[in-house]
Nanobody
Framework: QVQLVESGGGLVQAGGSLRLSCATSGRTFSYAAMGWFRQAPGKEREFVARVHWGTGNQYYADSVKGRFTISRDNAKSTVYLQMNSLKPEDTAVYYC????????????????WGQGTQVTVSS
């Protein structure tokens, strides 16, 4: 079972930046993608971004394109999410997942979840 440890959440003003990290204790596979979902109060968990371990290809939700950047460090088995130009609507608990796949045009999570990290953006 892959274990994920997230860090980097916090409180920031609108327009500010945060960087989230997700370190995995398990083996990474070059054919797999890892990334982030988020869940705001009263809403369903939604896809944010994923990065392919082997190719480095990145995929983003439309709501974060141009503001968020996902990257990975294969040597450290860690994925990062750099979040710039944050908006109040980005406020949510952010969850890392170890295996995200594109299914019927939607990014779906199939792997282990991290414990979640709170991101709060004040207006």
């Amino acid at each position: 079972q892959v274990q994920l440890v997230e860090s980097g959440g916090g409180l920031v003003q609108a327009g500010g930046s945060l960087r989230l990290s997700c370190a995995t204790s398990g083996r990474t596979f070059s054919y797999a993608a890892m990334g982030w979902f988020r869940q705001a109060p009263g809403k369903e968990r939604e896809f944010v971004a994923r990065v392919h371990w082997g190719t480095g290809n990145q995929y983003y939700a439309d709501s974060v394109k141009g503001r968020f950047t996902i990257s990975r460090d294969n040597a450290k088995s860690t994925v990062y999410l750099q979040m710039n130009s944050l908006k109040p609507e980005d406020t949510a608990v952010y969850y890392c997942n170890s295996d995200i796949k594109q299914v019927a045009g939607t990014s779906r999570a199939f792997g282990s979840w991290g414990q979640g990290t709170q991101v709060t953006v004040s207006s």
